[in-house]
Structures are given as C-alpha cells and as structure tokens.
C-alpha cells in the first residue's frame, strides 16, 4: 500500500535494526484519514472472505479495528483482553503470547459469548513481528469452532519469521507494507 | 442519549450495586453501528469548541474515540498510555490514575510530541465513576498548555461523583446516558 509505505518512511523512526516507532500515526497519536485507507485496503484484500467479526487485542489494534470494520458492512469487533478486569467474563477462550515491544509474556482472554461456530473472523493487528500474538488469535479463533479467514497486519516485519507461523496454521496473512530489513537506519520494503 | 439509554437497557448487566457490564457492545464486543450515533452526539455537544485533537486512554477509550473523530472533521486521536512499552518516547506528560475495574493505582502517558499549547483537546471515555481517570487527562493536557475543552463520557455513574471533581476543574463535561443508581440490578437513570 504505497500511502502507508510512504508514511513510513516520511515519519518511521528506525531504533537499532528490530524497531520502527510509528506513534506519530499509527499507535499512540493515530491518524483516522489513513486509517480509512487502510481499511479499504483490508476490504478489498478480505472481501472474498464474507467475514462476519473482526478480532484483535488491546491497545494499538483496537482504533484501526473499529474503522476497518466499517468497511465491512460494520459487523462487530472484538478485543483480546491482555489484563485482567473485573468487568470481564470469567468463561473466557485464552492463549500465551510472548510481546516483542514489551519483553514478556501474558495472556489474552475473550469472552465466549463473543465469537462461536458461526462466525467467519478476520483478524486484525498494527505489527507482525515472531507472530506470537497473531498464534494466539487464532489460537482463540479456533477454540470457538469459528473460522480463522484471514490476517490483516499494518506492518510486517518480514524478518523476524511471523509469516512462516501464520501460513503454517493455513490462514491468510495479507500486510499492508512489508519490511525486510531495517539496517543503518533505513527501512527496506520488499 | 435514547438510543444508547434502550441498549443499557437490554443488553447491560449489574453487578453489585456499582459495576454495569457493557462488554457486549462497549468495551469487549463493540457495535460501531452504535460508536457512530454516539459519535454523532459527541459532535452535537462540542462542535461550538472549535476541537483540534482527541484524547482517550487505553484501552476501552480507543475504538469510541477513533469512530468519534470522524465527526469532527478526522482529527488526531490520541491514547494515554497505561503500561510501559520500548517503543514510547523518554519525554511524556504523565498523571496518576486510580482504575475502579482493576482496583490498583498506575501512572498514564502521553509523549510531549502530540498536543501543544495551540490545541484545543476534547477527553473522550468509556465510563465516568470517581473521575480518576479524566482528572488525569485534565492534567495532561493542561501540563501541555493545551485548552481541556471538554470531557465526552459514554456512560457516567453519577452516585460515584466524578462530575463535582470535573466541573470543579472547569471543564465542560457531557456524558450521554447518566445513571443515578444501580439498586436491585436495575438501572436508573437520571
């Protein structure tokens, strides 16, 4: 998605060679006009699909979520809780995943009154990187009976093997700007 | 707020005397059917404040907060962050915040790069309760030198009086549905 290519490479910052830091419009300070863009990207890549949830997990993939969404006929979104709440189910679907940006491992919960046998769901994420979190949806997904239809990611980092992960559990992974390699400070698209 | 009142109504749960669960349509499952009509009337209520920038925290804020700003012309969202993570910036504006849901005190973060002292900031969240929370986005903006120009609120729980420490702060509060008392598992509303 040239757009998105373009930000990145306009207002990415490049920190050692494994992090891009994008919180100036993707995941601290967002950006609703490119967010649109990138949920028609993810309509036209997934219409095939039918999707009838969309699912993704707290924080950074909740805003891009909810406006993809309306690009699917509004059908609902869902979070993976990554912190216990008091105000969250008990009879939850859960898996480990291991946070590259936070070095260290937790879980995530959805309540299962949420996704079931029925539904067909895309999920949706800011990063893929080792793929841990992107395992863990549809790890959840697949719990539920539901189908996991497909992957949206913003941003693949193509050289930290998440890719290889996901298209072993056969199910579509589409990224919007794929980057392989990210040496001397300078972010290389495929 | 009628619409939003009806499906409180129909699909909330309480809890207690103190806790209403949303999480079928707010806060874990969300209807953005439902975000836009409460964008709609976030709009109505602030568009004489001339509003530059969206303020929320992670991470119930999020998907209410992005859905909204296209109601104001696709401004920025911002989200306080709540946890620490490698990829935020060193120099942030930061408040203490007290969670009733999680029952434990933490600090929230927002980095210096994204409000200033020419923007004028509407805070926009889930739940009003004691107030802890939107108390601290008053002070991070107001640290910035931006304008608080006001504070949406989807649902506010009047008993736990967090209106009298806004309006203490002078800042315009709307909340679109209030609810005065949760005796016996029945919502009341003001």
């Given at each position: 998605m040239e757009l998105l290519k373009k930000r990145i490479l306009q207002d990415g910052i490049v920190i050692g060679n494994r992090i891009l830091k994008v919180d100036s419009f993707l995941n601290h300070q967002m950006d609703i006009n490119l967010f649109n863009e990138m949920g028609k990207e993810f309509r036209n890549r997934f219409?095939?699909?039918?999707?009838t949830k969309i699912l993704t997990v707290e924080a950074s993939g909740i805003g891009i979520a909810c406006i993809a969404a309306q690009h699917f006929d509004n059908i609902p979104v869902i979070f993976a809780k990554k912190y216990n709440a008091t105000?969250?189910?008990?009879?939850t679907y859960e898996a480990e995943v291991y946070s590259f940006t936070k070095e260290k491992t937790y879980k995530i919960r959805v309540s299962k009154k949420y996704i079931n046998n029925e539904d067909r769901v895309l999920i949706i994420d800011d990063f893929l990187a080792s793929g841990s979190a992107a395992l863990g949806l549809i790890d959840i997904v697949r719990q539920s009976g539901a189908e996991a239809s497909g992957i949206g990611i913003v941003i693949e980092k193509s050289f930290q093997g998440g890719r290889k992960m996901i298209e072993e559990c056969g199910v579509e992974l589409q990224s919007l700007a794929i980057i392989d390699s990210m040496e001397n400070n300078t972010v290389n698209f495929k």
């Amino acid at each position: 998605m040239e757009l998105l290519k373009k930000r990145i490479l306009q207002d990415g910052i490049v920190i050692g060679n494994r992090i891009l830091k994008v919180d100036s419009f993707l995941n601290h300070q967002m950006d609703i006009n490119l967010f649109n863009e990138m949920g028609k990207e993810f309509r036209n890549r997934f219409k095939h699909k039918n999707i009838t949830k969309i699912l993704t997990v707290e924080a950074s993939g909740i805003g891009i979520a909810c406006i993809a969404a309306q690009h699917f006929d509004n059908i609902p979104v869902i979070f993976a809780k990554k912190y216990n709440a008091t105000n969250l189910d008990k009879d939850t679907y859960e898996a480990e995943v291991y946070s590259f940006t936070k070095e260290k491992t937790y879980k995530i919960r959805v309540s299962k009154k949420y996704i079931n046998n029925e539904d067909r769901v895309l999920i949706i994420d800011d990063f893929l990187a080792s793929g841990s979190a992107a395992l863990g949806l549809i790890d959840i997904v697949r719990q539920s009976g539901a189908e996991a239809s497909g992957i949206g990611i913003v941003i693949e980092k193509s050289f930290q093997g998440g890719r290889k992960m996901i298209e072993e559990c056969g199910v579509e992974l589409q990224s919007l700007a794929i980057i392989d390699s990210m040496e001397n400070n300078t972010v290389n698209f495929k």
